[in-house]
């Protein structure tokens, strides 16, 4: 297999420091060696690549741009470069780092007590625990402040009932960061897998995100210690806080799964002969290819300046929903044109295009839908509220 060099048609490498450009480099090759070779076959089966996870804790991938407890503390920009190569290989396995690290170990670091920082971080940076991020419910999505969920304190400990749905990892996760509605508002728990009367179980028929496990969570008068509740979490703005640097992930990581799939497009395009010719010189294949350079260049510049923004303290969550927005949607665009090209190859998982295109259905909808964050903008802009 070739080394994986990616687009730059604007010159953006010259931007990026060493260290960036070794983060990225050194990500890149562990998507091309162990990701890659392996990625169809979970496809196919529907399952994640457990295997991986010991690497991934390697090379610093979970918590990476958190400080101290065993964490890499990188820039935002070499973890936006890090990111856009893991969903290069899938979504999945670039999904299972922005949960680990950017909700459940983001929201331990910002929210959690010394002593559930030291508990949990360490271990989950070493890829020891497992975490999974309990926020949307079975009949609130787009709408989490309408959440049922309900945590009822009883002299040391909190009581716990209701329901979450899609959560990722959900039922192999070691612990679960549930947000639940308190007397006090909304509040976040750290809700260990053994705590009686929490169960999980894995939703099955999925056509996209199939190298990845979904689940659904159970609470029937579960019982939590009160050491469990975040401390510092108060309200929903902490776990809308958590979400703004899970989808700044997303920003990047839709990138490489349209690089993947301009990519297997172009490449095909000068393989492919019909009429004597290789299709790559035919207008109509030219003019797919660079519009899929295209917006993919804009999409690179928009996710680079947004990771300068963050670094420098000066990110405004309407970026993100932005860059997001835009991001995932230009990468579905890039996915559906590249399945064109391939003509009917483009359903085969012998190439990596139907697997993106599948998977970014969900990226476009999850954490955010692209309808959410077009309202975000435009309330931003025009000072009003389409949500109620």
């Known amino acids: 297999m070739k080394r994986f060099e990616g687009l730059d048609l604007y010159g953006i490498e010259a931007l990026l420091s060493t260290e960036e450009r070794m983060i990225r480099d050194t990500v890149r090759d562990f998507v091309d060696q162990e990701v890659l070779p392996v990625i169809e076959l979970h496809h196919r089966e529907g399952s994640f690549p457990a295997q991986l996870v010991p690497r991934m804790a390697a090379l610093g991938l979970f918590g990476s741009t958190l400080t101290g407890y065993g964490c890499a503390g990188i820039n935002s920009?070499?973890?936006?470069?890090?990111?856009?190569?893991?969903?290069?290989?899938?979504?999945?396995?670039?999904?299972?780092s922005s949960v680990q690290g950017s909700l459940v170990m983001y929201s331990i670091y910002a929210f959690g007590s010394e002593e559930q920082k030291k508990r949990w971080l360490p271990a989950m940076a070493r890829g020891e625990a497992i975490g999974c991020f309990g926020l949307?419910?079975?009949?609130?999505?787009?709408?989490?402040?309408?959440?049922?969920?309900?945590a009822v304190r009883d002299g040391d400990s909190y009581v716990l009932n209701g329901a979450k749905m899609w959560i990722t990892n959900g039922h192999i996760a070691d612990v679960a960061l549930v947000w639940?509605?308190?007397?006090?508002?909304?509040?976040?728990?750290?809700?260990?897998?053994?705590a009686p009367g929490f169960s999980s179980r894995e939703i099955q028929g999925k056509f996209s995100f199939r190298a990845s496990f979904t689940s659904e969570l159970s609470f029937e008068?579960?019982?939590?210690?009160?050491?469990?509740?975040?401390?510092?979490?108060?309200?929903?703005?902490?776990?809308?806080?958590?979400?703004?640097?899970?989808?700044?992930?997303?920003?990047?990581?839709?990138?490489?799964?349209?690089?993947?799939?301009?990519?297997?497009?172009?490449?095909?395009s000068k393989e492919r002969v019909q009429f004597d010719r290789p299709i790559a010189g035919f207008q109509l294949i030219q003019e797919k290819l660079v519009r899929m350079a295209s917006e993919i260049t804009k999409a690179q510049l928009l996710a680079y300046h947004l990771g300068r923004l963050k670094d420098q303290g000066r990110l405004h969550h309407v970026q993100v929903s932005l860059a997001k927005m835009n991001n995932v949607d230009i990468a579905l665009d890039t996915a559906r044109m590249a399945r064109e090209i391939l003509g009917a190859n483009g359903i085969s998982d012998e190439y990596p295009v139907i697997r993106h295109m599948c998977n970014l259905e969900s990226v476009k909808t999850y954490e955010g839908t692209h309808q959410i964050h077009t309202l975000i903008i435009g309330q931003h802009l025009t000072g009003i509220s389409a949500f109620q």
């Not at 973890?79 to 969903?87: F, S, W």
């Not at 949307?136 to 309900?150: I, K, Q, W, Y």
């Not at 639940?180 to 053994?194: H, Q, S």
């Open 77 to 96: 920009v070499a973890y936006g470069l890090a990111m856009a190569e893991l969903e290069r290989g899938d979504s999945g396995v670039r999904s299972f």
């Open 136 to 150: 949307t419910e079975p009949d609130f999505g787009s709408n989490p402040a309408g959440m049922r969920t309900r």
């Open 180 to 194: 639940a509605r308190t007397e006090e508002g909304i509040g976040g728990f750290l809700v260990e897998k053994k």
């Open 221 to 268: 008068d579960c019982r939590i210690p009160a050491s469990s509740r975040l401390p510092d979490a108060r309200g929903l703005q902490a776990p809308l806080t958590s979400l703004n640097h899970a989808r700044y992930s997303i920003a990047w990581g839709s990138i490489g799964a349209a690089l993947a799939c301009f990519h297997a497009a172009l490449d095909y």
